[in-house]
């Protein structure tokens, strides 16, 4: 039971371009939300994360945006750059100091200069 | 952010032998978390590990098969016993850390 989906498997956008990697999960008692990116032979590595209590957040080119009604959030990646290109998962996880994390599979994004 | 060093990075094991994971934090955490990779999918949950208790398993996962030791704050190990070629994948070590959550940078394990 796949409770975290990301139905794209990879995306490919021109550099400069927006980049919106999408996400559904299925578990309402879900409230904690983070994307990672990651490198071949890397970790990965923590870009963004939202709590249920708000429907967007920012930090620099990366934004999430979440509705909760749907189960759906997304990230944003504006303007997009070449070194953006790698595998990005989105995570999930309940409230309540440090949870275990529930990963999507994966979209692969690749930036085209 | 919290640094987490993990060592091997990578290993090539025979089938039937074992090999044990490490991972050094650089600040005292209260939990570690281990994940997997397997090729092509999403990383699964092994089993959270708090300092001076047994490890929490994730359905699927045993504790014969994956001994998890928590000697102190900053360290833990992961040990993959008995091998077969199933169980190659990327095995990763986590830790809470503000807003999210930190990884090791992974060990790529190829069982023959």
């Known amino acids: 039971d796949q409770q975290v989906k990301q139905n794209s498997p990879s995306l490919s956008v021109q550099e400069g371009r927006i980049s919106i990697l999408n996400c559904d999960y299925t578990?309402?008692?879900?409230?904690?939300f983070l994307w990672y990116k990651k490198y071949p032979a890397e970790g990965p590595t923590f870009l963004i994360s939202i709590s249920s209590i708000k429907d967007k957040n920012e930090d620099g080119r990366f934004t999430v945006f979440l509705n909760k009604s749907a189960k759906h959030l997304s990230l944003h990646i504006v303007p997009s750059q070449p070194g953006d290109s790698a595998v990005y998962f989105c995570a999930a996880s309940a409230s309540g100091g440090y949870q275990k994390v529930t990963f999507g599979t994966g979209t692969k994004l690749q930036v085209i200069p | 952010s919290a640094v987490i060093s993990q060592k091997p990075s990578r290993d090539i094991c025979q089938r039937g032998t074992s090999l044990t994971i490490q991972c050094q934090v650089d600040s005292q955490v209260t939990m570690m978390f281990w994940y997997r990779q397997q090729p092509g999918q999403s990383l699964t949950l092994i089993a959270t590990a708090n300092q001076g208790s047994e490890a929490t398993y994730e359905s699927g996962f045993v504790i014969d098969k994956f001994p998890i030791s928590r000697p102190n704050l900053t360290f833990s190990t992961l040990t993959v016993s008995n091998m077969s070629p199933e169980d190659s994948s990327i095995y990763l070590c986590?830790?809470?850390w503000g807003n999210g959550y930190t990884f090791g940078s992974g060990t790529r394990l190829t069982v023959v």
């Open positions: 578990n309402s008692m879900f409230d904690y």
């Open positions: 986590s830790v809470g």
